[in-house]
């Protein structure tokens, strides 16, 4: 049985949407209020201020990410080296393909936040979560939480990379094989 979304959670996907296809700029509560189809200033009763909206992407973009990161686990059942290779091909693909406008907005953030001390938290938060859950899996085929640190560090790169059409007619798992490879090497 599939959870129908909530309105504060539709304006909040709206919100992601049009953030990542449209920028910063483009995210006003009016223009929510619009892409989210609901009566205009229903983006502001939920959040009163900029900042306030922008934590509330934050906090969402964290919500489906951990959904996503669930649904990939049941997906995969049992972590091997073969599954985490896949299931982190996997995610370069989806962040770069399907959701490449919530990795864009979530990128915009990263900005933003630079300027605003409680987004900053929370996005930080998120990727420490997202961090935590690496470690978890990495950890099941041997890798050191410090050596999941760099595979972490690297596949955000390659997401960066991608967005920005580099390597997007490349397959990511070989190079993810070598890498998995070379921080299992000293368990062999």
Known sequence: M??????????????ID??????LR???HRAVDEAAAVPTGSTSNYFRTREALLIGVAERLEDRDRADWEALNRLLGPVTV????????????????PDRARTLAR???FSEAQ???????SLQR????????AIEMAAQVGIAAGDTTILVDY?????VHRLGGAGTETDPRAALERLVGALTADLS
Request: hydrophobic share 45%; net charge neutral.
């Open 2 to 15: 599939t959870r129908v979304a909530t309105r504060r959670e539709e304006i909040l996907d709206a919100a």
């Open 18 to 23: 049009l953030l990542g296809t449209r920028g």
């Open 26 to 28: 483009a995210l006003t």
């Open 82 to 97: 073969e599954h985490l290779v896949e299931g982190l091909a996997r995610f370069i693909l989806h962040a770069t393909g």
């Open 107 to 109: 990128f915009a953030l």
């Open 115 to 121: 300027t605003m001390p409680a987004l900053h938290e």
């Open 126 to 133: 998120g990727h420490r979560r997202l961090r935590d859950w």
């Open 155 to 159: 596949l955000d790169g390659v997401v």
